[in-house]
């Protein structure tokens, strides 16, 4: 198994969740890592390179999906349009079209390095606040989707949704500085963050991806 894993922030609780789940299961010797921006991650799961990732929301439409996504229910903090001429983020592909949706003009910055600007005091338009304000739903970035391993890959979505992983001090104090912010910054940015799919997250994403329709 190959499971390709986006490298910002948001992801790091599953991160440790799967580390650990690992080392504990009859597949750890089989699976392989794959870590690269959305966009990457998106091309390598549509050509079933990888097995499992969690695939930008804008192209799971036909995939076999789980019940766990990247979901921000307000501000996300890491994903915005800042001022200047429009640019897309060639990281992204979700956050480009939803700028379009909601008719932003502007440069698409997302990931840790849109979440560094802010705190570093760059002003920008939070695309999920915005789609909040518009809609009254969380947004959904990504979701957790399969080529193969189906029974795997549901069981480890379970277990995380029910689970409330704590990251180690080492952990915590090595990813920030990786990024240059600081712990307590990494833990306030993680609490806009939530993994598990609700009704009114699916009524978004199904809105979302109706209106994707019309942009595209």
């Known amino acids: 198994m190959i499971f390709g894993s986006i490298s910002y922030l948001n992801l790091l609780p599953f991160q440790v969740f799967l580390k650990r789940a690992l080392s504990r299961s009859q597949i750890q010797q089989s699976i392989r890592f794959r870590r690269d921006v959305p966009s990457t991650i998106n091309r390598a799961f549509k050509r079933r390179d990888i097995s499992a990732a969690f695939i930008s929301s804008i192209t799971s439409k036909k995939c076999h999906c789980t019940d766990l996504g990247i979901i921000a229910n307000g501000p996300v903090y890491s994903v915005f349009v800042v001022p200047g001429e429009d640019e897309i983020d060639t990281e992204s592909a979700t956050s480009n079209v939803l700028a379009r949706v909601l008719r932003l003009n502007g440069r698409?910055?997302?990931g840790d390095k849109a979440l560094h600007s802010f705190l570093s005091g760059t002003?920008?338009?939070?695309?999920?606040?915005r789609w909040?304000?518009?809609t009254g739903l969380p947004f959904v970035f990504a979701?957790?989707?399969?080529?193969g391993y189906e029974k795997q890959i549901r069981s480890l979505a379970s277990d995380f949704s029910r689970q409330r992983i704590k990251i180690p001090q080492y952990i915590l104090k090595k990813e920030a500085q990786k990024?240059?912010?600081s712990p307590k910054e990494l833990l306030w940015y993680l609490k806009h963050i939530h993994y598990r799919m609700d009704h009114k997250s699916k009524k978004s994403l199904k809105l979302f991806l109706k209106l994707s329709a019309k942009v595209s």
């Open 108 to 110: 698409v910055v997302i």
């Open 123 to 129: 002003e920008g338009i939070d695309l999920a606040l």
């Open 132 to 134: 909040k304000e518009k």
């Open 143 to 147: 979701r957790l989707c399969y080529n």
């Open 179 to 181: 990024r240059n912010i």
